[in-house]
Structures are given as C-alpha cells and as structure tokens.
Nanobody, 118 residues
C-alpha cells in the first residue's frame, strides 16, 4: 500500500504562483517501486485531466495548456513530487490530485484545492 498526501493548495490571485507537494509513504518496498509520479486536476463539471508527469529518471511531460507555466520535479530521497505553478489563470481552478504509478497499479492522493480568483 502507498499513501499519497498533497499539500500547498489554496487561494491565489490571477498571475500568482503556488507550489504543490505530494509525499508518498508506505512500505519501503512499495515506495521504492514507484516509477512515474504525476498531477491531474478536475474542475467543477469537467472531467479529470492530466497536468504533468515525471518518470523515475526525471523525464517530464506536460499538458499543452500548462507547458510554459508549470514545472514538475521530484525528490526521490524524500519520495516527494512537486508542481510549481506560475502565472495562474482562473481557469486553473480545480482539485489537483497526485498520482504514483507502480507495476500494475496507479495510486491517487485525496487532492488539494487550488482556487485562482481576485
């Protein structure tokens, strides 16, 4: 079992920045087996969508809508993945979910709310 706990969400004005964190915990074997980690988001009334992923080797991928604004990184020693979000827009308001991929299973966090509003 792997547990993912997100933090860092909140209310921010348009154009502002936030940094989300997601810490993975659980049995040492399971945590050490995590490969790709990522972030998804779900806005009210919309489907959940992929925001960014990072592989165990550091290869990153982004949704086109955030490519020039967001940056994903990870600290393998801390089993933590981060999402730096800059130049935020109101349409980025959503619940943001962390994921961790192990062979044959994808774990999800509980989500952290990001609200971009003046």
């Amino acid at each position: 079992q792997v547990r993912l706990v997100e933090s860092g969400g909140g209310l921010v004005q348009p154009g502002g920045s936030l940094r989300l964190s997601c810490a993975a915990s659980g049995s040492g074997f399971r945590v050490n087996s995590i490969n790709t980690m990522g972030w998804y988001r779900q806005a009210p009334g919309k489907e959940r969508e992929l925001v960014a992923t990072i592989s165990g080797g550091g290869e990153t991928k982004y949704a086109d809508s955030v490519k020039d604004r967001f940056s994903i990184s990870r600290d393998n020693a801390k089993n933590t993945v981060y999402l730096q979000m800059n130049s935020l827009k109101p349409e980025y308001t959503a619940a943001y979910y962390c994921t961790a991929a192990l062979p044959g299973y994808l774990y999800w966090g509980q989500g952290t709310q990001v609200t971009v509003s003046s």
